[in-house]
Nanobody, 128 residues
Framework: EVQLQASGGGLVQPGGSLTLSCAAS????????IGWFRQAPGQEREIVSC????????YYDDSVKGRFTVSKDNAKNTVYLLMNSLKHEDTALYYC?????????????????????WGQGTLVTVSS
């Protein structure tokens, strides 16, 4: 069974850093695209970042470009999202997801409708 478990969220001050983890089971991270999404209170879910199956291509939303970094640790079957220079507007529930159609294609999937399996999410709160 495909499972995705996001963790690492918490309370952080503006300008601080936080690393989120997405532990996968039931599939091999190296074979599938992984996306990071977030949903702030009262707002629509939006894509934050994604990384291709082979880890060689990445995508970042303009709002986080230059501040966030997505990576894969294939040995641990885990995907990470390093968040630097955090802002109040980064406060949201963060999810990781994968797309069935994104298997071994080396492509970036930057649209929410392309993703099929979702984790439960981890809450990030940026506040002083």
């Amino acid at each position: 069974e495909v499972q995705l478990q996001a963790s690492g969220g918490g309370l952080v001050q503006p300008g601080g850093s936080l690393t989120l983890s997405c532990a996968a089971s039931g599939f091999i991270v190296e074979e599938y695209v992984i996306g990071w999404f977030r949903q702030a209170p009262g707002q629509e879910r939006e894509i934050v970042s994604c990384i291709s199956a082979n880890g060689r291509s990445t995508y970042y939303d303009d709002s986080v470009k230059g501040r966030f970094t997505v990576s894969k640790d294939n040995a641990k079957n885990t995907v990470y999202l390093l968040m630097n220079s955090l802002k109040h507007e980064d406060t949201a529930l963060y999810y990781c997801a994968t797309a069935k159609s994104g298997r071994n294609d080396g492509r970036i999937y930057d649209e929410e409708h392309q993703y099929d399996w979702w984790g439960q999410g981890t809450l990030v709160t940026v506040s002083s």
